[in-house]
């Protein structure tokens, strides 16, 4: 029997003679067949452009952020008054001013002032235009009380304490403080009060003038016009002679 060319060939393969055995399409070597390659873009080398993720859209808004609004203060403020340390009531009290601002708490607090009141003196023969504090080693706060607060003021250096009974802090009379403010208040219309430091039935003896050397007794005090009535012994007679407050000292 004649053998093919095409038999010998599927001989040498060990495939049986015959036309070769046509795949199944569900047959475990049809599953192992390896599946077709999508098809591939060649590569031109052109970089490729990625989007911005930064760039916005042009009807983008800004995205609205809630803040958190601080405590509204709770409570009333009251006048305190504080002890510091004499002779540096302006400096202490631009210290404390100045914490309030930088801690962010001017709603908690008001005013502060040293109680002063204008008055006129005469040093040397000069007149002039002073201020003198009514009340040295004191300042004034307005304030709603709390531990916050408390804590901030007793903090600031050159303070004492607050005024009081049993360490609690004692705010001021209403009346107390509207009298006091009255008298710190400055008034261009009303000329200052001297600074005469007599009073009446003070034994004085006069410096200047046709007295000089006299010696005698406060009768009356004019503040505002700054004279002295003084009740002297001439030739054996109590007469009032007016002086100049400044030409006298006390004896």
């Not at 601002?101 to 908690?108: A, H, L």
């Amino acid at each position: 029997m004649s053998v093919s060319f095409d038999d010998e060939m599927n001989a040498a393969a060990g495939v049986p003679g015959g036309a070769p055995e046509a795949s199944v399409p569900n047959s475990p070597a049809a599953a192992a067949a390896p599946s077709a390659l999508p098809e591939e873009d060649e590569d031109d080398g052109t970089p490729a452009v990625l989007e911005d993720p930064f760039a916005g859209d042009e009807n983008a808004r800004p995205v609205e952020v809630a803040k958190a609004e601080p405590a509204a203060p709770v409570g009333d403020r009251h006048w305190y008054i504080l002890k510091v340390q004499s002779n540096r009531e302006d400096s202490i009290r631009e210290a404390l001013q100045r914490r309030i601002s930088m801690q962010g708490m001017d709603k908690w607090f008001g005013e502060v002032i040293v109680p002063k009141e204008q008055v006129t003196e005469f040093k040397g023969g000069k007149k002039r235009v002073v201020w003198r504090k009514l009340y040295p080693g004191y300042i004034l706060v307005n304030m709603i009380l709390n531990d916050d607060t408390w804590f901030l003021v007793r903090e600031t250096g050159g303070i004492g304490d607050f005024t009081g009974s049993a360490g609690r802090p004692a705010p001021m009379l209403p009346q107390d403080v509207a009298k006091l403010l009255r008298k710190t208040e400055e008034k261009a219309e009303e000329a200052p009060r001297l600074k005469i430091n007599f009073k009446k039935g003070d034994r004085v003896k006069i410096n200047e003038g046709t007295f000089e050397n006299f010696e005698g007794e406060v009768e009356q005090i004019d503040e505002a016009n700054g004279r002295v009535t003084v009740m002297l012994s001439i030739f054996g007679r109590s007469t009032p002679v007016d002086i100049e407050y400044w030409q006298i000292e006390t004896v």
